[in-house]
């Protein structure tokens, strides 16, 4: 079979003028701004449609939902150009009889509502119930948010708003049990739950024992600690690091702490957050101890009750939490300890992630944060516990985490060969990354895996002052990221592109627990 298409052009027409028409609910000022074709521009069917369906929307926010919105042509052959006239006729204003949930086995029906934007008993926005959707979808512990607006039978204004949710699960659970012949019986336990007995509450409890480490914490995270949308937080922990047991280590440290912190909501987008901690922190040195470390106690103390105060800002556009396709992620924080503190320093960082979707199955994705330190008072420095690290699966990878940025060398006074390295950290941290994440290809219909292409660049230094773009350390590799059923699992391969002899490098690296 042969298939022949003969196309004919035709001549080319350009816009004379454009006007409104109808029942203007809208004022036409606003309607105006809303339609992009200028007399003079040629004329193209597509733009229309963007207008009239611009227009359509604009009239669906004040409640017309069933607005009809039709572009009517005036053709001048002989000049060739097209006047057009966009009339209007918004129909009803309709109302919200009834939301209804479905799907939700595990959640309260609560917990779904607090979200909406679109209340009952109200005339139907799109916007408000896109935006509905959206935060929705924004829950982790949801998968797909489908809704519908049926007309209630036997009226002409009133819509049913139905919500159909799939849940995800919900809780993370790791268990580990070992013996190493240098840290002993080895135990390691967590749980975390992001929606607890289905009331939107995260709870989180981990356990690790060893003769190297000792960790107890817990965590509270209500998001709806008022009906205003403020959240609380808090926390508990005891941490006891003694890395003498296994003849490596640096320093002992046992560090007790709580937090408090509330989440306040400015904006639609934009959240503030308010918070103060306490950790009391008691350093012990080894013989392996580097001599900047004493230098460091020498100068300051070797127990310290710290005080933060916590203040932080986000504007966040994503379309979902997990595996969002589009939106902008800005976040400030300042971390800065109180007078009374034992040790003066404060902390801020600046992260912001923006995802662009190139198709409906490939996202682009650029990364930056920009983290620094600066203690102040009667205090040094920055304490060497509250450095920043880099590498790993959480900032550069292909290099072992925590392995990038300053280090100090012990050498044997007798043959002069070099017999430890110790990661100091520093007071300044910069990394980025770009992304080109996609479905597996084995699985492109899953919504449970997704794979990324990607560029790492960063490292640590001392100081602000010392910040040095050669020494950003890069690299490229795969990932994947799977949601199993015991917590995100996720792996990556990647090649080191400018390491120097001093880094140590791991191309494939695997981590269990958070991602995000």
Same mark, same amino acid.
Do not use: C
């Given at each position: 079979v042969f298939i022949t298409i003969n196309i004919h052009e035709g001549d080319q027409f350009t816009v004379r003028?454009?006007?409104?028409?109808?029942?203007?609910?809208?004022?036409?000022?606003?309607?105006?701004?809303?339609?992009?074709?200028?007399?003079?521009?040629?004329?193209?069917?597509?733009?229309?449609?963007?207008?009239?369906?611009?227009?359509t929307d604009r009239l669906g926010e004040a409640g017309y939902a069933f607005a009809n919105v039709n572009a009517v042509p005036e053709i001048d052959e002989e000049h060739k150009e097209v006047s057009l006239t966009f009339f209007i006729d918004p129909g009803k204003r309709v109302y919200v009889r009834h939301i209804n949930i479905t799907g939700?086995?595990?959640?309260?029906?609560?917990?779904?509502?607090?979200?909406?934007?679109?209340m009952e008993g109200g005339w139907l926005s799109t916007s408000k119930l896109d935006r509905s959707r959206?935060?929705?979808?924004?829950?982790?512990?949801?998968?797909?948010?489908?809704?519908e607006t049926p007309p209630v039978p036997g009226t002409d204004d009133e819509v049913d708003v139905n919500l159909s949710v799939n849940e995800r699960p919900s809780g993370s659970l790791m268990v580990g049990v070992g013996y190493s012949g240098g840290q002993g019986v080895l135990l390691n336990a967590s749980v975390s739950q992001e929606n607890f007995l289905g009331t939107g509450k995260r709870v989180s409890t981990e356990?690790?024992?060893?003769?190297?480490?000792?960790?107890?914490s817990f965590s509270h995270t209500d998001p709806y600690f008022t009906l205003d949308g403020v959240s609380q937080s808090t926390s508990v922990y005891y941490r006891q690091t003694d890395a003498s047991q296994a003849n490596l280590a640096n320093y002992v440290a046992d560090a007790l702490g709580a937090s408090l912190s509330y989440g306040i909501p400015l904006t639609e987008y934009n959240t503030g957050r308010i918070g103060l901690g306490f950790e009391?922190?008691?350093?012990? @040195?080894? *013989? =392996? /101890?580097?001599? !900047?470390? #004493?230098?460091?106690?020498?100068?300051?103390?070797?127990?310290?009750?710290?005080?933060?105060?916590?203040?932080?800002?986000?504007?966040?556009?994503?379309?979902?939490?997990?595996?969002?396709?589009?939106?902008?992620?800005?976040?400030?924080?300042?971390?800065?300890?109180?007078?009374?503190?034992?040790?003066?320093?404060?902390?801020?960082?600046?992260?912001?992630?923006?995802?662009?979707?190139?198709?409906?199955?490939?996202?682009?994705?650029?990364?930056?944060?920009?983290a620094y330190g600066k203690s102040f008072g009667g205090t040094t420095d920055v304490p060497f516990f509250e450095k920043y690290y880099a590498g790993g699966a959480h900032s550069v990878r292909g290099y072992r985490a925590n392995t990038l940025g300053p280090k100090?060398?012990?050498?044997?006074?007798? @043959?002069? *060969? =070099? /017999?430890?390295? !110790?990661? #100091?950290?520093g007071n300044f941290r910069a990394t980025g990354t770009a992304e080109l994440v996609f479905p597996p290809p084995f699985s492109p219909d899953s919504s449970a895996v997704r794979m990324s292409l990607f560029w790492d660049v960063g490292n640590v230094f001392a100081d602000a002052g010392s910040f040095k773009t050669p020494e950003l350390r890069q690299s490229a590799g795969l990932s994947l990221i799977w949601l199993s059923p015991v917590g995100p699992l996720a792996f990556s391969l990647s090649e080191p592109l400018n390491n120097k002899p001093e880094d140590?490098?791991?191309?494939?690296q695997f981590t269990l627990g958070s991602f995000f």
């Amino acid at each position: 079979v042969f298939i022949t298409i003969n196309i004919h052009e035709g001549d080319q027409f350009t816009v004379r003028e454009v006007g409104l028409s109808g029942d203007l609910i809208v004022g036409e000022d606003e309607l105006r701004k809303l339609i992009t074709l200028k007399p003079g521009d040629i004329f193209s069917r597509r733009m229309v449609t963007d207008v009239t369906t611009a227009i359509t929307d604009r009239l669906g926010e004040a409640g017309y939902a069933f607005a009809n919105v039709n572009a009517v042509p005036e053709i001048d052959e002989e000049h060739k150009e097209v006047s057009l006239t966009f009339f209007i006729d918004p129909g009803k204003r309709v109302y919200v009889r009834h939301i209804n949930i479905t799907g939700n086995q595990k959640t309260e029906d609560e917990v779904l509502r607090r979200e909406f934007r679109q209340m009952e008993g109200g005339w139907l926005s799109t916007s408000k119930l896109d935006r509905s959707r959206v935060r929705i979808q924004r829950l982790s512990y949801m998968d797909q948010v489908t809704i519908e607006t049926p007309p209630v039978p036997g009226t002409d204004d009133e819509v049913d708003v139905n919500l159909s949710v799939n849940e995800r699960p919900s809780g993370s659970l790791m268990v580990g049990v070992g013996y190493s012949g240098g840290q002993g019986v080895l135990l390691n336990a967590s749980v975390s739950q992001e929606n607890f007995l289905g009331t939107g509450k995260r709870v989180s409890t981990e356990i690790n024992s060893s003769k190297v480490n000792t960790v107890y914490s817990f965590s509270h995270t209500d998001p709806y600690f008022t009906l205003d949308g403020v959240s609380q937080s808090t926390s508990v922990y005891y941490r006891q690091t003694d890395a003498s047991q296994a003849n490596l280590a640096n320093y002992v440290a046992d560090a007790l702490g709580a937090s408090l912190s509330y989440g306040i909501p400015l904006t639609e987008y934009n959240t503030g957050r308010i918070g103060l901690g306490f950790e009391s922190t008691q350093i012990k @040195t080894t *013989a =392996l /101890t580097p001599q !900047v470390y #004493l230098d460091y106690l020498n100068a300051n103390s070797d127990k310290f009750n710290i005080t933060k105060l916590s203040l932080g800002w986000s504007h966040d556009t994503r379309n979902k939490t997990v595996f969002a396709s589009e939106g902008l992620m800005q976040s400030l924080a300042l971390d800065v300890t109180t007078p009374n503190s034992g040790l003066n320093f404060y902390k801020f960082s600046s992260s912001t992630k923006w995802l662009y979707p190139f198709t409906k199955l490939l996202t682009g994705s650029l990364s930056g944060e920009l983290a620094y330190g600066k203690s102040f008072g009667g205090t040094t420095d920055v304490p060497f516990f509250e450095k920043y690290y880099a590498g790993g699966a959480h900032s550069v990878r292909g290099y072992r985490a925590n392995t990038l940025g300053p280090k100090a060398y012990t050498y044997d006074s007798t @043959t002069g *060969a =070099l /017999t430890s390295t !110790v990661n #100091l950290g520093g007071n300044f941290r910069a990394t980025g990354t770009a992304e080109l994440v996609f479905p597996p290809p084995f699985s492109p219909d899953s919504s449970a895996v997704r794979m990324s292409l990607f560029w790492d660049v960063g490292n640590v230094f001392a100081d602000a002052g010392s910040f040095k773009t050669p020494e950003l350390r890069q690299s490229a590799g795969l990932s994947l990221i799977w949601l199993s059923p015991v917590g995100p699992l996720a792996f990556s391969l990647s090649e080191p592109l400018n390491n120097k002899p001093e880094d140590t490098i791991e191309k494939f690296q695997f981590t269990l627990g958070s991602f995000f």
